[in-house]
């Protein structure tokens, strides 16, 4: 199957003109009339990923986090991120990432069912769909009437966690739960102003979190990986559904720290 296929139909699904400004998505490496048998899947493109990916002779890396994000000024063997992009290229690997484009049009959902929110709606609109409806980050919905510790086990058996970090008071009743998969506290405000009790994300830090306390706003930081590593899952099969003459392997779920 031709590379341009493949990006066409993962367009028509998760269109990459959704993606936020900053961002950096699509066809980053390679060909787009490469033949594809082989698609590798990962969160990143870490070393691992690639040796991995190569040793099982993949034609494709599909991840969700750009490698190319930031300025690469140089491609050398004494960067790490030169030593991949060489290594792509040397092996003939094509690499292509869906980031805030994928977050917009499914991770949210995804979010959102593995919290059991009821009725969720979108947390922050930031762009139309061809239809004219409006599409955007994160959801706010409804859960029981629970206390925070509570919900916080909640997010820790759904997102796979022994841990997760909670600012507000524990015994606090919740019900309005919003949720933004990855480095979420840019969603503070949207979720303040949707009403939400409490806010799930990762990547947060001391003076954003007390702030929003002081607002009303509890949060349980579930980290980056684990609010986003139901991409791996869900892309691995969408792809064996989508397009079943190729061959897919991901790899092995695993958080990238321990809490000691």
Not at 198 to 205: R, S
Request: aromatic content about 8%.
């Amino acid at each position: 199957m031709k590379l341009r296929d493949i990006i066409k139909q993962l367009d028509k699904d998760f269109p990459f003109s959704w993606a936020m400004e900053w961002d950096n998505v699509g066809l980053l490496i390679g060909d787009m009339e490469a033949d594809i048998q082989k698609v590798f899947l990962n969160l990143d493109v870490t070393d691992e990923a690639v040796a991995e990916a190569s040793l099982w002779g993949a034609d494709l890396i599909l991840t969700h986090h750009p490698l190319l994000f930031a300025p690469v000024r140089t491609v050398t063997e004494q960067s790490f991120i030169g030593r991949r992009i060489r290594r792509l290229i040397k092996e003939d690997i094509n690499y292509v990432a869906m980031h805030t484009n994928f977050d917009i049009a499914k991770m949210a959902d995804l979010n959102a069912a593995d919290l059991q929110l009821k009725d969720p709606r979108i947390l922050d609109i930031t762009v139309e769909d061809a239809s004219g409806n409006p599409v955007g980050l994160g959801r706010v919905g409804e859960v029981p009437e629970m206390s925070l510790s509570a919900f916080a086990e909640i997010v820790k058996n759904a997102m796979s966690l022994t841990a997760v970090r909670v600012y507000g008071d524990p015994d606090r009743i919740v019900q309005t739960c919003a949720v933004s998969s990855g480095s979420g506290k840019s969603e503070i405000r949207a979720a303040l102003e949707a009403g939400a009790d409490v806010l799930v994300t990762g990547d947060l830090d001391y003076h954003s979190s007390i702030d929003a306390n002081a607002q009303g706003l509890a949060l349980i930081d579930a980290g980056h990986y684990g609010t986003e590593f139901v991409y791996i899952t869900y892309m691995e099969d969408y792809l064996k559904k989508t397009f079943p003459e190729l061959s897919v392997r991901s790899m092995k779920i695993r958080q990238p720290y321990c809490v000691l």
